[in-house]
């Protein structure tokens, strides 16, 4: 079945850590996304790829990073820089062409230790 | 700048009884598009619905339905004899085809809670 994996599913962070999550699709989409959701929040927008290799950030960028090196993955690196971290993390893609819903992974959940 | 508003933070209602859900949006540009999504306790965004910014057909789709009015700016959606299954956090979304093109803003959502 295709769709869009993120991993893993909850992930603790120390003081001064940098920690990665993952998310890959298998849809064949050329548009990724990264959303962070805080309690009782809508879905703010970190960064975004419309193709390979290319990226730009969205509304809340700082403290995070993001590469695209292929198509279907679009990690992100949630850094020391970033001071409150927790909140529920959510990767999205979207086929090429306008208007197209966006397709949801079932999140991360990040928690500082 | 596109704004999309959810005034309603929660509603609670009891099994059977419809609720229409309210979405008020902002946007200069004109050609866009309006979304739905569920998210269940689980957390993944479902997709349910997309309107383009030309097409003011209301749609129905079994027990939902949803209203798009360019002059009052609203896409509301309406869900006719609640169940205990449509519990979850509803969001509306804006996306534009020039101005922000790739990109969507979200409502806030609104939380539904139907009760047995």
């Known amino acids: 079945d295709g769709g869009i994996t993120q991993s893993p599913k909850y992930l603790f962070r120390k003081e001064g850590q940098n920690v990665t999550l993952s998310c890959e699709q298998n849809?064949?989409?050329?548009?990724m996304y990264w959303y962070r959701q805080d309690p009782g929040q809508g879905l703010r927008l970190i960064y975004y790829?419309?193709?390979?290799?290319?990226?730009q950030k969205g509304d809340i960028a700082e403290g995070y990073s993001v590469s695209r090196e292929k198509k279907e993955s679009f990690p992100l690196t949630v850094t020391s820089a970033q001071k409150n971290p927790t909140a529920f993390y959510l990767c999205?893609?979207?086929?090429?062409?306008?208007?197209?819903?966006?397709?949801f992974g079932d999140g991360t959940r990040l928690s500082i230790l | 700048a596109q704004k999309v508003t959810q005034a309603q933070t929660e509603i609670s209602v009891v099994e059977k009884e419809d609720v229409t859900l309210d979405c008020v949006y902002e946007?200069?540009?004109?050609?866009?598009?309006l979304f739905w999504y569920k998210q269940p306790p689980s957390g993944e965004l479902v997709f349910l619905i997309r309107?383009?910014?030309?097409?003011?057909q209301n749609e129905i789709s079994g027990r939902y339905s949803w209203n798009f009015q360019k002059s009052t700016s609203s896409f509301n959606f309406t869900i006719t004899a609640s169940q205990v299954v449509d519990s979850a956090v509803y969001f509306c979304?804006?996306?534009?085809?020039?101005?922000?093109?790739?990109?969507?803003?979200f409502g806030d959502g609104t939380t539904l809670t139907v009760k047995p």
């Open positions: 946007t200069r540009d004109t050609t866009y598009y």
């Open positions: 999205a893609s979207r086929d090429r062409g306008g208007g197209q819903p966006q397709h």
């Open positions: 309107r383009n910014s030309f097409d003011e």
């Open positions: 979304a804006l996306s534009e085809a020039y101005a922000n093109a790739g990109k969507s803003t």
């Open positions: 790829s419309q193709i390979v290799n290319d990226f």
């Open positions: 849809l064949n989409h050329d548009a």
